[in-house]
């Protein structure tokens, strides 16, 4: 790394590709003139694998080609740490430029500080000979030009670390954004430690891989890593590829562009990686800054809706609630829904993270707070009439210095200490009388931790939550 000139120069050049600048422009080009265009609708972000060229150029090549002619004035570029341990963390590093034999990159800058405030790290030793990012670059570079780059380097997140990382992301997030994850699947043969199966091997990585990409496809989070813990697929970039889907909105569609294999190109299916590629198309789910709120006719409609949704899932038959959907209803936001069956708990689930739009939101945490609560049995017909629902429609989360920052009935708070988390709603501390280490107390018990150890090595985020209520 040139330290002087804050450029971090590529070690891929003349291992990965060529380092000669002509022949790596026309090697690129040959791939994507290669592939084909398709006519699809606003692209977002891409899914890339980033082997040598010669394995996954074409691969590459044709997802990069549905970016061409497009305008993007960022990209964010996020790839695994092969070599160096980052525990539920990623490091973005402290460099003004990314240099490829095709030319320097300047970084984002302005973007980068505000992911560095957010608790990202800078690690040089991450970056120095870490391909995973910076094979992407030279594709990059001839399909958009002028842009600039962060590039992020994920290490092994829990599925709240890849929470935490897509709302710091997504709050950066416009229009002229484009997010790259970069990633091959699954690494098959005894030099990677796995070997599931020995007969029918291309047939079997196939499914393997096509299991992985269905759960990607349907934007599934918690699929997507059930099935990696469940097979045991060696999906090298599935940190990163966790943090696209926390980020991805509920209209967004992945599409596969091109599937193949190393085994597929040597012959030698004994040791063998797969790779695929993909496009997102879309919309960023941003905050609209000019929503006024709810209003009083936006609670009703919502907790009439819960309402509905509920009594839908019990067979109830019950005319559609009359819904104007408003703006502020699809307003972008995480949101809980609480059921009280004559004053006491029946049932509270929701999602911390906005997402997607409250509406949507509140129709599916209303059923899961009434059926899917484990502490409770599944809400039963004839209980319908004796429950009150409540709606919490919450401010994205962010963190905070230290605990003392913590307001008692303003803020909710997510409490993170290792694979630890756990969340109280903004009402609860005042409802049961709780000042703030009381509060903080039971938190940590509620995390599955001592009761004291909020005092230290703990992350804390906050929200606020706008409550609504049938009563």
């Known amino acids: 790394m040139d330290s002087e000139d804050r450029v971090l120069k590529s070690e891929l050049a003349g291992i990965w590709f060529t380092d000669d600048p002509r022949q790596l422009a026309r090697e690129v080009d040959v791939y994507l003139d290669a592939s084909e265009q398709k006519d699809l609708d606003s692209v977002i972000a891409l899914l890339l694998p980033h082997a040598g060229y010669r394995y996954s150029g074409m691969v590459a090549a044709a997802a990069v ?3 061409s002619g497009r305008s993007f004035s960022r990209a964010i570029v996020l ?3 092969h070599r160096v341990p980052l525990l539920d963390s990623a490091s973005i590093p402290k460099v003004d430029f990314i240099e490829t034999p095709l030319g320097l990159t300047a970084l984002d800058r302005e973007v980068i500080e505000t992911l560095w405030d957010a608790g990202f790290e800078s690690r040089p030793e991450v970056h120095l000979n870490e391909h995973s990012v910076q094979i992407e670059l030279p594709f990059l570079q001839r399909a958009l030009g002028d842009f600039k780059l962060v590039p992020i380097v994920c290490g092994s997140l829990t599925p709240n670390g890849a929470q935490r990382i897509a709302q710091a992301l997504l709050r950066c997030m416009d229009s002229e954004t484009l997010v790259v994850v970069s990633s091959d699947f699954v690494h098959y043969g005894r030099t990677f430690g796995y070997l599931p199966f020995t007969d029918h091997i291309q047939e079997n990585l196939r499914a393997l891989d096509f299991g992985a990409f269905k759960q990607i496809e349907e934007k599934s989070l918690d699929g997507f890593l059930d099935y990696i813990e469940e097979t045991g697929a060696t999906v090298c970039g599935q940190s990163p590829i966790a943090v696209l889907l926390a980020m991805l909105p509920e209209q967004a569609q992945v599409q596969l562009m091109k599937y193949d294999t190393s085994g597929n190109l040597t012959g030698d299916w004994s040791h063998c990686v797969s790779y695929l590629s993909a496009v997102v198309t879309g919309t960023w789910a941003l905050p609209n800054s000019e929503n006024k709120g709810l209003s009083a006719d936006d609670k009703a409609v919502l907790l009439a ?12 038959h019950a005319p559609d609630p009359s819904v104007d959907v408003t703006p502020a209803m699809l307003e972008v936001m995480g949101a809980f829904v609480t059921l009280h069956k004559h004053g006491q708990l029946r049932g509270c689930i929701g999602e911390i993270f906005p997402r997607r739009s409250l509406l949507e939101a509140v129709k599916e945490q209303a059923v899961n707070s009434a059926f899917h609560d484990p502490r409770f049995p599944c809400l039963r017909d004839k209980e319908l009439g ?18 003392e920052e913590i307001e008692i009935g303003r803020h909710g708070v997510v409490l993170y200490k290792g694979a630890h988390s756990a969340v109280f709603l903004p009402q609860v501390a005042s409802e049961q009388g709780w000042g703030l280490a009381e509060t903080l107390t039971h938190l940590s018990m509620k995390a599955g931790l001592a009761p004291d150890a909020w005092h230290s090595d703990c992350e804390f985020h906050v929200f606020e939550a706008i409550v609504f209520s049938e009563k």
């Open 65 to 67: 080609r549905q970016i």
């Open 79 to 81: 790839g695994p740490s």
């Open 305 to 316: 809706i819960a309402r509905h949704q509920i009594a839908l899932r019990l067979g109830i």
């Open 386 to 403: 004796e429950i009150d629902i409540e709606i919490s429609a919450l401010t994205a989360p962010h963190a905070v210095d230290s605990y």
